[in-house]
């Protein structure tokens, strides 16, 4: 609760003119005087006695084909709703939202008068400049006091954490689907860590605290729990090269995130269960049996996290088994030799795309299909159509 900038005009010149009638003895300024600093004083008086009424029910954003992860650079409006939870009819209010810059910034909305117990639906345009994990919020409500002298910011809800994933291009299939092969074995050694695949669903009564599925709780803005389930899907590994000498500017590595975005969610409606391999580890799985809108939001979310590291990960003598192994390389030879030893296998069809042509001999060492590539002029799709072409459909090995 604070003055603003008019009420402290007010508030100085009532000052002025009583210091001025009592010094200079000009009785009609005494009048002047009090009434200007009243006015101020009964504003502040009026906004607080104000009640806290309106709360924020949820925040998402409509993403892309049913996500809730929204995508770098793509128009993702930002929805939430407001709730009357007084006893009483609410006053219009101004709602502040504050957002990370790359979301916007922070804007106002203008809340109307609400009954108790009803709701409005605001939605912000949004189009995320950075891929990432920024801050939406806090929500505060500011209300105004009499003549505007005086002005209430009530906060209705703290800061939320969203994720903001990379473009994903639609590129040329990378294989054929998962249901056209027959024979296979589709059984995979995840590295380092036991996999479950699972989908999410509402909270119903008499469901296990244990298994709440906090980040889609958080999306949702309601309780979702972790429904398991086994799958009998091909597998296939995604590995990107996030080691930081391996990218002279920062955008050539964003365009890695998105080539191996784009790949693994070819691979994703292909019918393939995906792992996300990093030089920080397995940084994700994705089962192929989620529903296409908690697929991309899966997706998405894997790789919003991914960020550069400064150390390679340690050789490992565990191979790592898959139908399909797709590699993101950057210019840096150590590190495409270190992640190609991570993915040692016998049995596994593999693609490459790098960012330096020194590295395609390595690359066709490990038997990868490869080519070298120029981030700044050549787009993703048109890097997984040259090497789709030049490489043939890839199946599957049996």
């Not at 209705?156 to 903001?164: K, S």
């Not at 088994?321 to 016998?346: D, K, M, P």
Request: glycine content about 10%.
């Amino acid at each position: 609760m604070r003055l603003t900038t008019n009420g402290m005009i007010f508030l100085g010149a009532g000052a002025a003119a009583l210091g001025c009638a009592y010094f200079m003895n000009i009785p009609p300024l005494r009048a002047v005087g009090i009434l200007l600093v009243a006015l101020p004083v009964f504003s502040l008086l009026s906004v607080g006695g104000t009640r806290r009424r309106l709360r924020i029910a949820h925040v998402r954003f409509d993403g892309a084909q049913g996500a809730a992860t929204p995508e770098e650079g793509r128009p993702s409006p930002l929805r939430f709703a407001v709730v009357n939870d007084g006893s009483g009819t609410s006053s219009p209010a101004s709602l502040r939202v504050d957002a990370a810059e790359s979301l916007g910034g922070a804007r106002s909305v203008r809340v109307p008068q609400l009954a108790p117990g009803e709701a409005a639906e605001f939605g912000l345009p949004c189009r995320p400049a950075a891929r990432g994990r920024h801050n939406v919020g806090p929500f505060a409500v500011e209300r105004q006091g009499v003549f505007g002298l005086a002005r209430r910011s009530t906060p209705c809800r703290p800061v939320t954490r969203v994720c903001v994933g990379p473009r994903i291009f639609d590129i040329p299939r990378l294989t054929g689907d998962a249901g056209e092969r027959t024979g296979v074995d589709s059984r995979s050694i995840r590295h380092g860590f036991e996999v479950r695949d699972f989908t999410t669903r509402a909270y119903e009564r008499g469901d296990d605290i244990r298994f709440v599925h906090w980040g889609s709780t958080a999306r949702h803005g309601e309780l979702m729990v972790r429904h398991e389930s086994g799958s009998d899907a091909p597998s296939a590994i995604i590995v990107l090269d996030n080691y930081e000498a391996s990218y002279p500017r920062r955008k050539y590595f964003e365009w890695a995130v998105c080539a191996a975005a784009a790949a693994a969610w070819s691979l994703l409606r292909a019918g393939y269960d995906v792992d996300l391999l990093t030089h920080g580890g397995p940084a994700a799985h994705l089962p192929a049996v989620l529903q296409p809108g908690a697929a991309l939001d899966g997706c998405l979310d894997a790789f919003a996290g991914v960020e550069l590291v400064r150390s390679l990960s340690p050789a490992s003598g565990e191979p790592i088994g898959a139908g399909i192994v797709v590699a993101v390389a950057g210019s840096n030879a150590r590190s495409t030799e270190r992640l190609c030893a991570l993915t040692a296998t016998t049995d596994a069809a593999r693609l490459a795309v790098c960012q330096q042509a020194d590295l395609l001999g390595p690359l066709a060492e490990n038997r990868f299909a490869a080519i070298a590539v120029d981030p700044q002029a050549t787009s993703v799709v048109d890097a997984w159509s040259r090497l789709v072409r030049g490489a043939g459909t890839v199946r599957q090995a049996r």
